[in-house]
Nanobody, 122 residues
């Protein structure tokens, strides 16, 4: 079973930037769709961004479009977060699929990391 480990979270002022990374053990990410989700206190987990398995397309939630950039390479998936807002405060999780070479919907991810805290102060 794949294990995902996120890093890069922290505390930042509103308007600032943070970069998150996610590494996977037990697999090469080149063949798998990868995504980022987040969960704020008292709220349900929500989709943030995703990269298709072949890296040709990205998908973003409306709330982060134009501010966040998701990318992936052979070994890691990253989320560059710019112009951060207080409402971006959440635990951020990376996710992947069980099977390779699949174009998946936002609710079709199978494995999750433990998450990394992002706190944006206003």
């Amino acid at each position: 079973q794949v294990q995902l480990v996120e890093s890069g979270g922290g505390l930042v002022q509103a308007g600032g930037s943070l970069s998150l990374s996610c590494a996977a053990s037990g697999r090469t990410l080149s063949y798998y769709a990868m995504a980022w989700f987040r969960q704020a206190p008292g709220k349900e987990r929500e989709f943030v961004a995703a990269c298709t398995w072949d890296g040709t397309n990205t998908d973003y939630a409306d709330s982060v479009k134009g501010r966040f950039i998701a990318s992936k390479n052979r070994n890691t998936v990253s989320l560059q977060m710019n112009s951060l807002k207080a409402e971006d405060t959440a635990v951020y999780y990376c996710a992947t699929t069980a099977r390779p070479y699949r174009y998946v919907k936002r609710n079709e991810y199978d494995y999750w990391g433990q998450g990394t805290q992002v706190t944006v102060s206003s």
